[in-house]
């Protein structure tokens, strides 16, 4: 297969999965609406993504899929983690204090990175899309093709991430509202309940 198809192939696997509502994207929402640190935030997905998938087309797809004990203690850390975001976001939507000026108060540089690290690399979703599937698929090209594929599925997390940084504040007529931002709260709480239970799930289940 010519190294274009390859690319083409990978970029549209990468956009797939990445698109799907997750933690990070609920967060790089959050912050794009705020213009808090955009660039920043969207450059550690992207490049997180990017290595990741770099890792798994390499080979350590093969690895992680055969270590229960790594996506155990990722499932866990990331159970707890997204369990008290959702926390923090059901505090935000209820307490009336955080809504009064219309615009909730931006975190710093430093928390930024912390929570948007922490929303990378301990959700376990990431490591089985990322590093195990682009990886096991990339194995179906050779040489250029197999590199071309990666690369195609990291442009896609780079245009994503982006695209949803930026084009987010095309929506801040909308927010100009504290009921909005009760609103997306109350969204980003559920997401990260239902994402940090399914997590507990396959703990239990194995």
Request: hydrophobic share 60%; proline share 4%.
């Given at each position: 297969?010519?190294?274009i ?12 999965l ?9 967060f ?39 270590s ?36 909730p ?32 698929l ?57 994402l ?8 239990v289940?194995?």
């Open positions: 297969m010519p190294p198809s390859a690319a083409l192939s990978g970029f549209f696997l990468g956009a797939s990445i698109i799907a509502i997750g933690a990070q994207n609920a790089i929402l959050r912050q794009g609406l705020l213009r808090s640190h955009v660039f920043v935030l969207c450059l550690i997905c992207a490049l997180s993504d990017a290595v990741l998938i770099a890792a798994g087309v390499a080979g350590l797809g093969t690895l992680v899929s055969r229960p004990i790594l996506l155990s203690v990722a499932s866990l850390g990331g159970m707890l983690f997204l369990g008290a975001y959702a926390v923090l976001a059901f505090r935000r939507a209820l307490h009336p204090g955080a809504l009064q000026t219309g615009t108060k931006a975190v710093g540089l430093k928390a930024a990175v912390a929570t948007c690290l922490a929303f990378t690399f301990l959700n376990p979703h990431v490591y089985l899309d990322t590093v195990v599937l682009v990886g096991s990339s194995a179906g090209y050779e040489g250029v093709g197999r590199l071309a594929f990666g690369a195609g599925a990291a442009l896609a997390s780079f245009i994503w991430f982006f695209g949803l940084g930026y084009g987010a504040r095309l929506l801040q007529p909308v927010f100009a509202k504290p009921a909005a931002w009760r609103v997306l709260d109350v969204f980003i709480g559920i997401v990260m309940a239902l940090a239970t399914s997590l507990g799930a396959r703990l289940t194995g």
